[in-house]
């Protein structure tokens, strides 16, 4: 298999770290950093946040990969440039996934971010334990984290909704679908967990007029993208007493800028974008399997539809 892979972030250190592994896994596979004598014949580009000359400087690319699930850090020059265009799929981020919003759920359901509050003013407060049941949580997003993180709650004994684009059947999560569907969805959810992709039809969807929708103390968790919140109409959510608070780990700027108010928001939880990711060496085995497969000309794995963006 000749496929030689350009390594192409937006941080040398990671891209170095990736080649690194490649070269160590994959001795066969060329692997690059930009700039290397012999990258320019690369047809493969895996990437995160790459320059949007990209394909000037290396037009020789027939495949423009993520190396994470994501592809809207790919930038729309490089999503509309005609290439296909791969994701990283990998059964251990969906693991991580489901233990990161389980400690979300718990947090509100046992409600410790209550006790941390009462814990800085020493103050002895018990709550009523809330049951699993009477917990209902709502997914905006059913694919490959959301249908398998919902379906595990719901078989843990939380009542599950969720919402996607088409219709879906989930294993006792009640599902919805379109504009009406995310409506019932907000008005009977204690917990809305977005895990949607980041799109135009996507973009600020979490905003005054859904939360408005969610039922008084209710509670936000974005594991999806920064851009999907609207983060003053959170905060004035917020502070209004109308939502309970948030976690979030995922921001319109990252790292999260010092003066950004969400960081003093009374209720809002930060992650640094940690809730999951792929296992290295995963990265890589899909890449290289990709890899294969184009100079084959055979389907890819995980390919995103052009048109819907992910
Ligand atoms: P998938 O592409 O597998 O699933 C996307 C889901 O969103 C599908 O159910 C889809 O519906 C639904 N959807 C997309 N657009 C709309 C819309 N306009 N209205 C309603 N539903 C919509 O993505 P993944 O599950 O693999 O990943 C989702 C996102 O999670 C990633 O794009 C990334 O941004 C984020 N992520 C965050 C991480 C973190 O650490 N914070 C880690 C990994 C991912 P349908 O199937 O009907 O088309």
Same mark, same amino acid.
């Given at each position: 298999m000749?496929?030689?892979?350009l390594?192409?972030?937006?941080?040398?250190?990671?891209?170095?770290?990736?080649?690194?592994l490649? +070269?160590e896994l %994959?001795p066969? =596979?060329?692997?690059?950093?930009p700039?290397?004598?012999?990258?320019?014949?690369a047809?493969i580009?895996?990437c995160?946040?790459?320059?949007?000359?990209?394909?000037? $400087?290396?037009p020789n690319?027939?495949?423009?990969?993520?190396?994470?699930?994501?592809?809207d850090h !790919? &930038?729309?020059t490089?999503?509309?440039?005609?290439?296909?265009?791969? +994701?990283?799929?990998?059964?251990?981020?969906?693991?991580g996934?489901? $233990?990161?919003?389980l400690y979300?759920?718990?947090?509100?359901q046992r409600?410790?971010?209550?006790?941390?509050?009462?814990?800085?003013i020493?103050?002895?407060?018990r %709550?009523?334990? +809330?049951k699993?049941?009477?917990i209902?949580?709502?997914? !905006?997003?059913? &694919? $490959?984290?959301?249908? %398998?993180v919902?379906?595990?709650?719901?078989?843990?004994?939380?009542?599950?909704?969720?919402w996607s +684009?088409?219709k879906?059947?989930?294993?006792?999560?009640?599902?919805y679908?379109?504009e009406?569907?995310?409506?019932?969805?907000?008005?009977?959810?204690d917990? =809305?967990?977005?895990?949607?992709?980041?799109?135009a039809?996507t973009?600020?969807i979490l905003?005054?007029?859904?939360?408005?929708?969610?039922p008084?103390?209710?509670?936000?968790?974005?594991?999806?993208?920064?851009?999907?919140?609207?983060?003053a109409?959170?905060i004035?959510?917020?502070?209004s &007493?109308?939502?309970r608070?948030?976690?979030?780990?995922?921001f319109s700027?990252?790292?999260?800028?010092?003066?950004?108010?969400?960081?003093?928001?009374?209720?809002?939880?930060?992650?640094?974008?940690?809730?999951?990711?792929?296992?290295?060496? $995963?990265i890589?085995?899909?890449?290289?399997?990709?890899?294969?497969?184009?100079a084959?000309?055979?389907? !890819?794995?995980?390919?995103?539809?052009?048109?819907?963006?992910y």
């Amino acid at each position: 298999m000749s496929a030689a892979i350009l390594f192409a972030t937006n941080t040398p250190k990671y891209s170095s770290f990736l080649v690194n592994l490649c +070269r160590e896994l %994959y001795p066969d =596979v060329k692997a690059f950093l930009p700039g290397e004598p012999g990258a320019e014949n690369a047809q493969i580009a895996a990437c995160w946040a790459p320059d949007q000359d990209l394909l000037i $400087e290396y037009p020789n690319i027939k495949l423009i990969h993520s190396v994470a699930a994501g592809v809207d850090h !790919l &930038g729309e020059t490089l999503l509309t440039a005609g290439l296909p265009v791969c +994701r990283v799929v990998d059964d251990g981020q969906k693991i991580g996934m489901f $233990e990161y919003i389980l400690y979300g759920i718990l947090n509100v359901q046992r409600n410790f971010d209550k006790a941390i509050q009462e814990q800085s003013i020493k103050n002895w407060q018990r %709550y009523p334990i +809330r049951k699993k049941k009477d917990i209902r949580i709502g997914f !905006l997003g059913l &694919g $490959e984290l959301g249908g %398998y993180v919902s379906s595990q709650l719901a078989a843990f004994g939380y009542s599950v909704y969720g919402w996607s +684009r088409t219709k879906k059947f989930l294993q006792d999560v009640h599902c919805y679908f379109g504009e009406d569907g995310l409506d019932s969805l907000l008005e009977q959810s204690d917990i =809305v967990v977005n895990i949607l992709p980041l799109n135009a039809s996507t973009q600020g969807i979490l905003n005054a007029q859904v939360f408005n929708k969610m039922p008084e103390g209710s509670y936000l968790i974005n594991c999806g993208r920064g851009d999907h919140l609207v983060e003053a109409d959170l905060i004035q959510a917020i502070e209004s &007493g109308h939502l309970r608070g948030a976690l979030l780990d995922v921001f319109s700027v990252e790292p999260l800028p010092e003066n950004n108010p969400l960081w003093t928001t009374q209720g809002v939880s930060i992650t640094p974008h940690v809730a999951s990711d792929a296992s290295k060496p $995963e990265i890589i085995h899909q890449l290289v399997d990709n890899a294969k497969k184009l100079a084959a000309e055979e389907r !890819l794995n995980n390919q995103i539809n052009p048109t819907l963006g992910y």
